[in-house]
């Protein structure tokens, strides 16, 4: 995996863990998988958007 790729995944992980409780996660085209419980545990809100493109 690069290791840009390996940080654009820890983001989201880090994202969970620096919002505050109730806070809102804002996520574009999130394909991985990852440990949800601190959106549980914080009550937090996960808003993702998926962008298609279409090619010529």
Do not use: Q
Not at 12 to 28: E, P
Not at 43 to 51: E, G, I, K, R
């Amino acid at each position: 995996m690069a290791k840009g790729l390996i940080l654009y995944l820890e983001n989201l992980d880090l994202s969970f863990k620096a919002a505050g409780t109730y806070g809102t996660v804002l996520w574009i085209a999130v394909r991985s998988v990852h440990d949800l419980s601190p959106l549980h545990s914080k009550a937090l809100s996960l808003h993702v958007t998926f962008m298609l493109f279409k090619n010529n």
